[in-house]
């Protein structure tokens, strides 16, 4: 099992340092210039200003040893500042991702808790009332864009029953009640939409699992179809569930832009966001860095999720 | 007709509803002490540093929070802040007297020295500051402790309403130099003092209990939340978790003023214009300029970009309400097709023509007003191709002169008609600079409004100006946009100015606000 992760961590360094390099490339060669833009359109169309701005900033240096500051930086530990807030990178990215993940986790979970059963449903009732129904839910669920699912779910929870904001971000700290408040529309919305993925993926791999000759032994000597499919079939029928969910969240790290956006929830993705259109570089930088460090983070452990399920995994990799 | 009677009767219909409502508030008028105002904004404030200028949010917030020597009222008066008087020898100095024991957050007191450096910092072309092309050729002389003179190299009848802007904030020069970080930090002398500020996302602002104004703010406290969605925004407005919003999204204006809860203020703070490389083909001819002007429907923008909330410019943008307002240039640009045509055809593109024009691509009333522009002068014979960008782009290739023509939304930048200086001036880089404009006769007229200070003097003056700038339209001017501010019924004391202070007005009134 050692080795198997060194080697892992090893490949995933290499693909990070190309990924830091592909990102700075692409990101400068963008048109539009980040002081005209922070300067406003009175001083930023002032030619002069902006270029003392700009060499206050260091962006009149040439792009190689731009990078190469920031590459040294990030060796050090130090990820730059944002050329318009003046903050240090990393502490931005220390408040964004927690709240990312928090709502990908919780959303991720309400997918998970909800989609399982759905799809142990579609799939043991293949054919009857309630297995379509679980099938229809499932297809509605995911087949339903974020941002259409997202202002149904204000309108039934926010404005007509008034039991949740609509929008908005409370500190923990400030006020925990008031904060999950907050989380559970935007939550809800990724975790319903993902929920038919998980249904799906749930039917199709159980279905597939208990049609296995394993399962059959079970069922022939004398277990109830209940327990054979809860011991034998659903823990191997996880593996790719686990896959798909674990892929998932590092997608939507950087990925939840519109619910971000719908539900006013300062996660990674509207800074992302917000920091392309002005062109703040060490912000863009810092964020796909973050984004591709716990996307390759994640693929790492689910690896090892799925290598402790299934010791197949472990022999074929190592 | 049948439209006609149907605006008459929602006219009357608030008229009536309003003077109910005033007989209801009489009793109520009293201000209250305390609560804290929760407001809603669609521009992100990513920097506080008050002397570059970041958004309409932005200006609010440094209001609340930095003072300047002078300011603006609820009736857009130029009143004392920092300065308590001052006095303006001759037409290019100004001399201010400072209160007595005013201080920062930090506890220091404020001295004509950092007013020096303030307006200093300002000069300086390192810190970006927005007023500096404003303030160019200014000296300050610190004459005294408290008395500090401003003079400029020659005559300029718009200095004390320049200095009145929130972006002349003064900042203290101990705190600066002691390497603050001014865009993650405040030490004003606002009405509020910053309790807490993440970028983009909140400012909490607590009262300043040592404010000069006495008994000023009412409010404890204003939470900023910073909300770029304007679906997000209104329904925050409307589920109470906010108590005030700007930018009321147009389309949604009608709807909330239909509803009790709310009242939506309106006024024209910014106009919309087709902006044109004058000096390259085929725009450097001001006929093909002119046949653009008229062959624009501005009503039907007005309508469908902005929802009935917008007012078609027919004559030169200069606010109603401003004394130097010309009635008489209403109706110079209406609609005509086949003038356009004609006019056209004068210029030698009688077989039609064809141009490309940069439209911002994240806002609706840019992606509307473009197409209606489009359909319009298909019809007089020109092909327009629309080039839709993003804002950096848009940005950079306004400051390179890289486009034929685009759509771009002006906010009233001053007060005063020198605005045109900024506009359309040979050495405002805003348009001309970047694509080398010079209109000789236009910039004597400007630089004759400067040098007046009568306001009687130098209204012919910019009449005939604005007549020339009709004649050789450089930008057609096409209508103002209503900025609305939307805020639930137990706000009081919010007053919506238009023109130039359109975007304070929530800064100029917070101090005075206060909740049921």
């Not at chain 1, 799925?306 to 010791?311: H, K, R, T």
């Amino acid at each position: 099992m050692f080795p198997f992760i060194v080697r892992r961590l090893a490949t995933s360094l290499v693909s990070l340092a190309l990924a830091a390099g592909v990102v700075f490339i692409a990101i400068h060669m963008l048109p539009g210039d980040p002081v005209a833009i922070m300067l406003g359109e009175q001083a930023g169309s002032d030619p002069e200003a902006v270029a003392r701005v700009r060499a206050q900033l260091g962006l009149d240096q040439p792009l190689g040893a731009q990078f190469a500051h920031w590459v040294g930086g990030i060796a050090t530990g130090d990820m730059g500042t944002s050329l318009r807030t003046g903050e240090a990178v990393a502490d931005e990215l220390a408040r964004r991702i927690p709240r990312s993940l928090e709502l990908i986790v919780a959303g991720l979970c309400i997918a998970v808790a909800l989609g399982v059963p759905l799809g142990v449903v579609a799939a043991r009732e293949r054919g009857r009332a309630a297995g379509v129904a679980a099938s229809v839910i499932a297809v509605a669920g995911f087949s339903s864009p974020v941002f259409v699912l997202g202002i149904i779910l204000i309108l039934i929870f926010s404005l007509g029953l008034e039991w949740l904001p609509s929008s908005g971000y409370v500190p923990f700290t400030d006020d925990p009640a008031l904060h999950l408040m907050c989380l559970a529309l935007p939550a809800l919305t990724v975790g319903l939409n993902f929920m038919g993925v998980v249904a799906r993926m749930m039917r199709a791999s159980l279905a597939d699992t208990m049609s296995k000759d394993y399962v059959k032994l079970a069922r022939a000597k004398g277990l109830p179809r209940s327990s054979a499919i809860r011991r034998h079939a659903l823990p191997n029928a996880m593996v790719p569930v686990v896959a798909i969910v674990g892929i998932r969240a590092g997608s939507m790290l950087g990925g939840t832009v519109i619910i971000e956006a719908l539900f006013d929830w300062p996660g990674l993705s509207s800074l992302l966001v917000s920091a392309s259109f002005a062109r703040d570089y060490p912000v863009i930088q810092g964020c796909l860095l973050a984004v591709f460090a716990i996307f390759i983070l994640i693929s790492l452990l689910i690896d090892l999720i799925q290598a402790s399920i299934d010791p197949r995994t472990r022999r074929q990799t190592s | 007709m049948t439209k006609l009677g149907w605006r008459q009767l929602a006219a009357a219909l608030s008229a009536c509803a309003m003077l109910g409502l005033a007989a209801t508030s009489v009793s109520a008028q009293e201000p209250k002490r305390g609560g804290t105002l929760r407001y809603g904004t669609v521009s992100e404030v990513v920097s506080l540093d008050p002397h570059v200028y970041g958004g309409s949010a932005w200006k609010v917030l440094i209001e609340a929070l930095y003072s300047p020597l002078v300011g603006y009222d609820k009736a857009g008066q130029i009143v004392p802040r920092l300065a308590q008087s001052w006095e303006q020898p001759d037409a290019r100095t100004i001399v201010f007297r400072l209160r007595q024991g005013v201080t920062f957050q930090d506890g220091s007191p404020v001295t004509a020295d950092d007013v020096k450096f303030s307006l200093d910092r300002i000069l300086d072309p390192a810190t970006g500051a927005t007023l500096r092309s404003n303030l160019q050729d200014a000296t300050v002389t610190v004459m005294d402790e408290q008395t500090v003179q401003v003079r400029k190299a020659s005559s300029d009848a718009t200095l004390l309403s320049v200095l009145a802007l929130p972006e002349a904030a003064i900042v203290s020069r101990k705190w600066v130099e002691s390497g603050a970080n001014l865009k993650l930090r405040a030490n004003g002398t606002g009405p509020f003092l910053l309790k807490a500020y993440e970028p983009s996302v909140r400012a909490s602002l607590e009262r300043n209990p040592k404010h000069f104004v006495k008994d000023q703010p009412y409010l404890d406290g204003v939470d900023f939340r910073m909300i770029k969605s304007d679906d997000a925004r209104v329904n925050a407005l409307r589920s109470q978790s906010l108590d005030m919003i700007d930018f009321v999204p147009w389309k949604d204006i009608d709807v909330l003023s239909r509803n009790p809860a709310f009242k939506i203020d309106t006024a024209g703070g910014a106009f919309m214009s087709i902006w044109f490389n004058a000096t390259s083909k085929p725009f450097d001819d001001s006929r093909v300029r002119r046949a653009v002007a008229y062959a624009v429907d501005r009503d039907a923008i007005s309508k469908a970009a902005f929802f009935g909330h917008g007012k078609a410019i027919t004559g030169a943008p200069t606010p109603e309400d401003s004394p130097f307002f010309n009635a008489d240039l209403e109706g110079t640009y209406k609609r005509d097709v086949a003038k356009a045509r004609e006019l056209l055809a004068q210029a030698g593109h009688a077989d039609g023509l064809d141009m490309s024009m940069l439209v911002f691509q994240g806002l609706g009333i840019y992606t509307a007003t473009a197409q209606i522009v489009q359909a319009n002068l298909k019809e007089a014979g020109i092909s327009l191709k629309l080039e839709p960008v993003e804002w950096a782009t848009l940005v950079e290739r306004k400051n390179r002169g890289d486009y034929q023509s685009m759509i771009y939304g002006v906010s009233v930048k001053l007060p005063d008609p020198d605005a045109y200086a900024y506009y359309l001036g040979a050495d405002s880089s805003y348009w001309a600079k970047p694509i080398g404009y010079q209109d000789k006769e236009l910039e004597t007229l400007l630089a004759q409004g400067r040098e007046q200070t009568d306001v009687e003097a130098r209204k012919p003056i910019y009449h005939k100006a604005e007549r020339h700038i009709l004649e050789t339209s450089p930008w057609v001017f096409v209508n103002w946009r209503e900025q609305a501010q939307g805020y639930s019924r137990k706000v009081h004391g919010y007053q919506q100015l238009g023109g130039a202070l359109s975007e304070s007005s929530p800064g100029i009134s917070l101090p005075t606000m206060w909740l049921d």
